[in-house]
């Protein structure tokens, strides 16, 4: 199973960006898919996720109402649309896979400057 991450760069405080996590190897139906950050000098952190079959989600309080998760599934591809970003959104963006994350891709990094 290979995850990649892609769609971080820089935005401007109240501006929007959307991750993309493409996932190929096997399919994962009741598998969860889920977005986690780091910020420099901080713990990795929660941010998202959603039940690749089923389809729930669920958000970290910070995020909750700003970012949105998704998925397509013929594309094996998990979004997370981002918006009103704060700059404390700055972070490097993982996307994970598994019931107990046992999957990872390579971060992405976004940058929201104030």
């Known amino acids: 199973v290979q995850l990649q991450a892609s769609g971080g760069g820089l935005v401007q405080a109240g501006g929007s960006l959307r991750l993309s996590c493409a996932v190929s190897?096997?399919?994962?139906?009741?598998?969860?898919l889920g977005w986690f950050r780091q910020a420099p000098g901080k713990e990795r952190e929660f941010v998202a996720s959603?039940?690749?079959?089923?389809?729930?989600?669920s958000y970290a309080d910070a995020v909750r109402g700003r970012f949105t998760i998704s998925r397509d599934s013929p594309k094996n591809t998990v979004y997370l649309r981002m918006n009103n970003l704060k700059p404390e959104d700055t972070a490097v963006y993982y996307c994970?896979?598994?019931?107990?994350?046992?999957?990872w891709g390579q971060g992405t990094l976004v940058t929201v400057s104030s």
């Open positions: 959603i039940n690749w079959g089923r389809g729930n989600t």
């Open positions: 190897g096997r399919t994962f139906n009741n598998y969860r």
């Open positions: 994970a896979l598994g019931t107990s994350w046992d999957y």
